[in-house]
């Protein structure tokens, strides 16, 4: 079965510094991966998505994510953060098993900016 | 491109009554639509997969006499609350989607439901 897995919970930065936050997946297939941003009672945002081109995706925002196959990875970065981007992250895989495209969530991230 | 409306973004109804959401794929036809509930500070949790014209198909322990979903166009899914209780109150959101094209997933607005 796919899975994606985010390591943190929370992330805290201060405004400015570096962004990191990381997913790891599972997928019997080659996958297609995406990062969504969701903002307090707010749909999901779609920030960029890999789909088997380029393993570094650039979305909006200023953020981008490195497909890394070697190490399951798909870790969302951005070098200065604004405190705008306080949101929950979640990242997504899909595109697995048996032809199946439902996605499958990760339990999010919360990034938490300070001034 | 590629807007999904989610309507209404928020509704409080009585114990008891029926709420209905709304899910349209403005500028795309959607194969397929996924509605979704998220609790607070919680994942979302996939509730059902609709398909034009045909029967949704539930996640296990989503009671589908209760969520009711109606796909009957490329454009349009909706999700009936029937008979609402307090503990069906929560955030509830749809997405869309163009399969087999890796597309991405578009997301409606969501809706909070609060059932008094």
């Known amino acids: 079965a796919q899975s994606v897995t985010q390591l943190d919970s929370h992330v805290s930065v201060s405004e400015g510094t570096p962004v990191l936050l990381r997913c790891n997946y599972s997928?019997?297939?080659?996958?297609?991966l995406f990062w969504y941003v969701q903002h307090p009672n707010k749909g999901l945002q779609l920030l960029l998505k890999?789909?088997?081109?380029?393993?570094l995706v650039k979305g909006i925002n200023g953020f981008e994510a490195e497909f890394k196959k070697s190490e399951t990875s798909f870790h969302l970065t951005k070098p200065s953060a604004h405190m705008s981007d306080a949101a929950e992250y979640f990242c997504v895989v899909s595109g697995g098993e048996g032809g199946s495209y439902i996605p499958t969530f990760g339990r999010g991230t919360s990034l938490i900016v300070h001034p | 491109g590629a807007v999904v409306s989610q309507h209404p973004s928020w509704v409080i109804c009585k114990s008891g009554t029926s709420v209905k959401i709304e899910c349209r794929s403005l500028?795309?036809?959607?194969?397929?639509m996924f509605w979704y509930r998220q609790f607070p500070k919680q994942s979302l949790m996939l509730m059902a997969t609709s398909n034009e014209g045909s029967k949704a198909t539930y996640e296990q322990g989503v009671e589908k006499d209760k969520f009711l979903i109606n796909h009957a166009s490329l454009t349009l899914s909706t999700l009936t609350v029937t008979s609402a209780h307090p503990e069906d109150s929560s955030f509830y959101i749809c997405s869309a989607s163009v399969l087999s094209t890796n597309y991405g997933y578009t997301f409606g607005s969501g809706t909070r439901l609060t059932v008094v």
């Open positions: 500028d795309f036809q959607a194969t397929t």
């Open positions: 890999y789909t088997s081109a380029a393993t």
């Open positions: 997928s019997s297939y080659s996958p297609s």
